[in-house]
């Protein structure tokens, strides 16, 4: 069988990269690292309230910042439903005024999406920095995203780094993986792939879905520490039920290898077909490649075509070398009928696309 050859058409098959091919390739994946700017909420805000509903309206009525705090809480998903938010945000500037830490985070919060008032950065700033100067990590986290990008004031990674570290140390997950993010690509820290992994290492325990796989990528590679390809496997297999979008890739190319899993072609099919079906291009020309030399499926040149077209209409740079490839094995008619192929499945946003 004719086997698809790197130089032919000029770029490395995803499938077949070893470790030192990999490694180029791994820095513009973790260069594209970036840190969550998902803003913390309070955590009762997730959490059932310590009392009903009748006996918290008493009690803040009465003024107990405690009680006003989770009455709010208690009224918010249904503020969110009805996308009235006014008596919420009354009841948590009630409590924050009276020095309660977690409704400062949550009045912040709500300055900051214009929730129930209009939205406010500066004041989503000054309130976080009450709740921050109590010790909340969750504001020193949201404190620490507006310095790193610049919502409501100039970019000061100096203080956002000094801001997820206070939150990071305190346990709070999604600091501990921004903050790694900032180490692994040098920004307002050294580079330092050893804090970075450390950090991922922690953020992943906790389940944070984006460190899981920046932390099977390191075990992977062996950046920051030693190489385990049986540990990596299994973090991106759990990183792909967590719905990460490269995931499904790094463990396929561990299936097609044999490394730190059992060599299975087939499996790695079907999660490169699951991936390129995401719309993920690596992915389809993956898939490209898999059908030219039967690797994990029945061999078809005309599926090649197909999937090297989608990944031209992805925008792969070198998909005319590919396409060319393919076309020089099949006949016209063929050829046509990848095209159709092809159009049907863009059509239909890839589902279902063989």
């Known amino acids: 069988m004719h086997m698809l050859n790197n130089a032919l058409i000029g770029f490395s098959l995803p499938g077949v990269l070893t470790k030192r091919s990999l490694l180029g390739f791994i820095l513009l994946i973790l260069a594209l690292a970036i840190s969550s700017v998902d803003f913390s909420v309070p955590r009762a805000v997730a959490e059932e309230a310590l009392e009903s509903g009748a006996e918290l309206q008493l009690s803040a009525g009465s003024g107990d910042p405690e009680a006003q705090f989770e009455l709010a809480t208690l009224l918010l998903e249904d503020a969110a439903t009805h996308q009235d938010y006014l008596a919420v945000f009354n009841l948590y500037e009630q409590a924050a005024n009276s020095g309660h830490a977690a409704a400062q985070l949550a009045l912040g919060w709500m300055y900051e999406n214009g929730l ?29 995203i507006m310095y790193e990008h610049g919502a409501g004031r100039d970019v000061d990674l100096a203080q956002a780094v000094s801001h997820y570290e206070y939150a990071a140390s305190a346990g709070y ?146 998909a005319t070398e590919l396409i060319r490839f393919f076309e020089e094995r099949l006949d016209t008619s063929e050829v046509e009928q990848a095209g159709r192929d092809a159009r049907q499945c863009v059509a239909t946003s890839l589902i279902n696309c063989e």
């Open 116 to 144: 129930g008032v209009d939205e406010d950065l500066e004041l989503a700033f000054l309130w976080y920095s009450l709740s921050a100067s109590l010790g909340f990590p969750e504001a020193h986290y949201n404190l620490a």
């Open 173 to 318: 997950p999604r600091a501990q993986y921004n903050l790694g993010v900032m180490h692994l690509n040098g920004v307002g820290v050294e580079q330092d792939f050893t804090i970075a992994r450390a950090l991922f290492e922690e953020a992943a325990a906790a389940g944070i879905t984006e460190a899981i796989y920046n932390y099977a990528l390191m075990l992977q590679l062996g950046f920051g520490g030693i190489e385990n390809d049986i540990e990596a496997a299994k973090l991106f297999a759990e990183a792909i039920e967590g719905g990460h979008p490269l995931a499904r890739v790094r463990l396929a190319e561990m299936m097609l290898a044999g490394e730190g899993i059992e060599k299975n072609a087939a499996g790695a099919f079907v999660l490169t077909r699951e991936s390129a079906r995401s719309g993920h291009l690596e992915s389809q020309v993956m898939l490209a490649t898999m059908f030219a030399d039967g690797n994990g499926v029945e061999q078809s040149d005309r599926n090649g075509l197909k999937w090297a077209l989608i990944a031209q209409n992805s925008g792969f740079a070198n």
